[in-house]
């Protein structure tokens, strides 16, 4: 299994950004997918994530501003991210996972893991 985030970088506020997730080695339409962050304190934050059947959950910071979504003709995940917030800036990850509630965005139920991409929001 293999998870690579790109599309990370500097944006301004009230900017936007959308970050993609190239997957491989699995069967992209039957896991539960989902994007993460790193908190100021070390946290895994979970942002929002997409079942295998298209069903999206959003941490309630990032409700109405960002959008998950796969594109199944290339196997990627993406987050759109828009009204960035200075507060938005963090390394952000990509995950996946075969079991559990996929609207239950927490770092420890996610089996698999990209390097993460940084995403810098600043005037």
């Known amino acids: 299994v293999q998870l690579v985030e790109s599309g990370g970088g500097y944006v301004q506020p009230g900017g936007s950004l959308t970050l993609s997730c190239a997957a491989s080695?699995?069967?992209?339409?039957?896991?539960?997918m989902g994007w993460f962050r790193r908190t100021p304190d070390n946290e895994r934050e979970g942002v929002a994530a997409?079942?295998?059947?298209?069903?999206?959950t959003y941490a309630e910071s990032v409700k109405g501003r960002f959008t998950i979504s796969k594109d199944f003709s290339n196997n990627t995940l993406n987050l759109r991210m828009e009204s960035l917030k200075p507060e938005d800036g963090a390394m952000y990850y990509c995950a996946a996972k075969y079991r559990g509630n996929c609207g239950y965005i927490v770092a420890g139920t996610f089996d698999y893991w990209g390097r993460g991409t940084q995403v810098t929001v600043s005037s």
């Open positions: 997409i079942s295998s059947d298209g069903v999206t």
């Open positions: 080695g699995f069967v992209f339409d039957s896991v539960c």
